[in-house]
Every structure is written in structure tokens, then in C-alpha cells.
């Protein structure tokens, strides 16, 4: 089996955010939203500049083989953030051999470095709700549409 490297990506790898985005449109078949109109360089380094901006990689070797970026998210119901993933994806050949399981291990991690009481939650792109089937692991509940990560 394969060695695989998580990473966040970090300010400066602006070449491996655009490996991981064009990762996300073959394996989403996006090619529109994701290669059609790429951002320039700089909003990229911005990107990765951003405390509250999350973007992982799993790298088999220098290949970009399964990415996430996620958001945290500052709430006003209560003094917490939550952080939200929005793309999540591991390339076909590399499924089902615990890199999507790693890279939210590597999310939860971070956000508790955050230390503010954070949860995480993946929204659907149909609805404002979050999805469940992404999470069927010890940190999903079927009462709840996100995973609590801090208290």
C-alpha cells in the first residue's frame, strides 16, 4: 500500500493548490467551476495566508492524490467557531484506503488547535444542510448534521 503525506498547504504553494483544485474538477467532472477561470497567483497566496482558510493535501510522493479545504467560521449564537468543509474529494485509483479519514483526522487537529469550541460540518450543494453520509465514522451521530469537535 502506498505511503501517503498530509499537509496543509501553506503560504507559497500556490503551484500545488492548483495540482489539488484541478484534482477537485476530475474528480467532481467540474472542470467549469474549477479550471475555467482560475484566480491569479496572488489571490491563491492570499487564500493560504488566511488563518480561517484550511487547505490539505494528500501527497503520494509530489502527486496531489486527495485534497479538502475547509472554513472556519467565527458564530454569533454563542462564543464558537465551527469550521466547515467544502471540498472533499480522493482521486478514484486512491479510494478506500483511509486518505479522506486522514485528512479530517488532520482538519480536527488544527481546529482544536483553534481552541475556541468548534465543530465541523460539510454542507451539501443542494441544501444549507450538512451531510451525514461524508461522516459515518465514530464522529457523526445520526442526530446531528455536523461533527462536534470542542465543547
Known amino acids: 500500500m502506498p505511503q501517503y503525506?498530509?499537509?496543509r498547504l501553506l503560504?507559497?504553494?500556490v503551484v500545488q493548490f492548483?495540482?489539488?483544485n484541478a484534482m477537485f474538477a476530475e474528480v467532481f467532472g467540474d472542470a467549469?467551476?474549477?479550471l475555467a477561470k482560475p484566480p491569479r497567483d496572488a489571490y491563491l497566496q492570499g487564500l493560504l495566508q488566511k488563518p480561517h482558510v484550511i487547505a490539505l493535501a494528500a501527497f503520494e510522493g509530489e502527486k496531489i492524490v486527495a485534497g479538502l479545504v475547509a472554513y472556519v467560521l467565527e458564530k454569533s449564537e454563542q462564543q464558537r467557531s465551527e469550521v466547515y468543509i467544502y471540498d472533499l474529494a480522493v482521486n478514484e485509483a486512491h479510494r478506500?484506503?483511509?486518505i479522506a479519514r486522514a485528512l479530517i483526522a488532520e482538519l480536527k487537529k488544527i481546529a482544536q488547535a483553534i481552541g475556541r469550541g468548534s465543530?465541523?460540518?460539510?454542507p451539501t450543494k443542494r441544501k444549507k444542510t450538512c451531510r451525514r453520509a461524508v461522516f459515518t465514522n465514530r464522529?457523526?451521530?445520526a442526530k446531528t448534521s455536523f461533527i462536534t469537535i470542542l465543547r
Open 5 to 7: 503525506k498530509i499537509a
Open 11 to 13: 503560504p507559497g504553494q
Open 18 to 20: 492548483r495540482q489539488m
Open 32 to 34: 467549469d467551476s474549477y
Open 96 to 98: 478506500r484506503q483511509g
Open 119 to 122: 465543530s465541523m460540518c460539510r
Open 139 to 141: 464522529w457523526a451521530s
